[in-house]
């Protein structure tokens, strides 16, 4: 269980131990601050028609805003993220969620699409924050709560994404788009300031260059082949997951549906299935049942690309995309949860690692669907998402990988930290 300790802990007493337990009250608050980030890089998609008219642009300039900020934040998973392993990571959080304040700001201001374009940019770059808080937490919490801790976060991090398209439309029925960006700056800025109160002290762990520890990344994926497994098992799992949710809006506009985007839109509401299962399968980490979890998740995957061939039966479509939610984040906590048994020097690092091969595994699926539904119509999707759920399936029966190795990666770390009570050493089990 997470220490019901009522104080959020840490920074009114100085440097806490990494290990030394997290509270219930500081997971919840970083639980609300990744939905909180995470949703800046979602606004912007229910607005594109609303920006179009406004700032006298076209469709394809517009959704540049979505296109360069997903592109920022590939930018910021490789060159900001790392630096959770060398600097203090409270004050690095801070700086990072006021940049984000202020780009919010400016882009509620911004006179044309390209000054909007560019910061909407900016804002996904200082958006990989997230990706720094999540190992921080599970730097902080014991090894036995470190699942409950991942799946906590990650229902956050879901359902600021889930939540993000409405509260946008809505804000912008009740004023304009310019509310949605308004609201989310003053949102971030207060955040900022509460970070700075309650997120507990870590020590940096100097003893290394930037362009040292940019180049380590690389090192930790050639010589980690746990780390490889879940990278690649999360590229296919978010790979099947954009697949299906590239495709599915082109299915549902087409016959015998012919849905309008307002109620196609409405079908987002079923990854809320995604987000309820994130905190119990955090849990089974927990419980050293990981890798069965996994591989029963991944047949779940199948089951559901199964009823989702029935494409035109509107119920196994809705059982479909409920079944393949719960299985695909079900495994990327489970994954997510796994790696950070990794020492806590080099977990910014292995999240970077991870996370870019996730993110470019969804970026694929997501091509993958504009080139096959045309082609080949939804049951093509279908056949290469249920091929993709084969080839994972395939990667978790031959692996015998069941953890990080005992002496993980010891040319990439830092200097390491001190042992002590608190220091967690590397795990050898699920």
Same mark, same amino acid.
């Given at each position: +269980?997470?220490?019901?300790?009522?104080?959020?802990?840490?920074?009114?007493?100085?440097?806490?131990?990494?290990?030394?337990?997290?509270?219930?009250?500081?997971?919840?608050?970083?639980?609300?601050?990744?939905?909180?980030?995470?949703? /800046? /890089?979602?606004?912007?998609?229910?607005?594109?028609?609303?920006?179009?008219?406004?700032?006298?642009?076209?469709?394809?300039?517009?959704?540049?805003?979505?296109?360069? /900020?997903?592109?920022?934040?590939?930018?910021?998973?490789?060159?900001?993220?790392?630096?959770?392993?060398?600097?203090?990571?409270?004050?690095?959080?801070?700086? +990072?969620?006021?940049?984000? *304040?202020? *780009?919010?700001?400016?882009? *509620?201001?911004?006179?044309?699409?390209?000054?909007?374009?560019?910061?909407?940019?900016?804002?996904?770059?200082?958006?990989?924050?997230? /990706?720094?808080?999540?190992? +921080?937490?599970?730097?902080?919490?014991?090894?036995?709560?470190?699942?409950?801790?991942?799946?906590?976060?990650?229902?956050?991090?879901?359902?600021?994404?889930?939540?993000?398209?409405?509260?946008?439309?809505?804000?912008?029925?009740?004023?304009?788009?310019?509310?949605?960006? *308004?609201v989310a700056a003053v949102l971030i800025a207060v955040l900022a300031v509460m970070v700075r109160l309650v997120l507990p002290d870590l020590p940096a762990t100097p003893g290394q260059s930037y362009p040292r520890l940019l180049a380590s990344v690389t090192s930790l994926i050639t010589g980690e082949p746990f780390l490889r497994r879940r990278m690649a098992t999360g590229a296919l799992g978010f790979g099947v997951f954009q697949l299906l949710w590239t495709a599915l809006p082109l299915m549902l506009s087409d016959a015998p549906y012919g849905y309008s985007p307002a109620v196609i839109g409405l079908f987002g509401l079923l990854g809320a299935a995604g987000a309820a299962c994130a905190r119990p399968a955090g849990r089974l980490q927990d419980k050293g049942v990981a890798h069965a979890a996994t591989g029963v998740l991944l047949g779940i995957i199948a089951v559901a690309w199964a009823l989702l061939t029935g494409g035109t039966v509107l119920p196994l479509v809705i059982a479909g995309i409920l079944v393949l939610d719960v299985g695909v984040q079900g495994v990327h906590v489970l994954n997510q949860a796994r790696i950070y048994a990794y020492p806590p020097q080099i977990r910014s690092r292995i999240t970077t690692a991870y996370v870019s091969a996730y993110f470019l595994g969804g970026s694929a699926g997501g091509a993958l669907a504009v080139l096959l539904y045309p082609r080949w119509g939804w049951p093509g999707v279908c056949l290469v998402g249920g091929l993709l759920t084969a080839v994972a399936l395939l990667l978790w029966v031959t692996d015998r990988t069941r953890g990080p190795a005992p002496a993980a990666a010891p040319a990439a770390a830092p200097r390491p930290l001190a042992a002590g009570p608190g220091v967690p050493q590397p795990s050898t089990h699920d």
């Open positions: +269980m997470i220490s019901r300790r009522p104080q959020f802990g840490g920074s009114a007493s100085g440097p806490v131990l990494p290990g030394s337990g997290v509270s219930r009250a500081l997971v919840l608050f970083l639980s609300l601050s990744c939905g909180l980030v995470v949703a /800046n /890089n979602y606004y912007a998609q229910p607005l594109l028609p609303e920006l179009r008219t406004s700032l006298h642009a076209s469709s394809g300039l517009v959704g540049l805003c979505v296109t360069l /900020n997903q592109l920022g934040y590939a930018l910021g998973l490789v060159l900001l993220v790392p630096l959770g392993d060398l600097l203090a990571r409270r004050p690095l959080i801070v700086t +990072m969620l006021t940049l984000d *304040a202020v *780009a919010l700001a400016a882009a *509620a201001a911004a006179p044309g699409v390209w000054p909007l374009v560019a910061l909407l940019t900016v804002v996904g770059v200082t958006g990989t924050v997230i /990706n720094i808080l999540i190992p +921080m937490a599970t730097t902080l919490a014991r090894e036995d709560q470190r699942g409950q801790v991942v799946g906590t976060l990650m229902t956050g991090l879901l359902l600021g994404i889930l939540l993000a398209r409405t509260v946008a439309g809505a804000l912008d029925q009740l004023a304009s788009w310019r509310l949605v960006y *308004a």
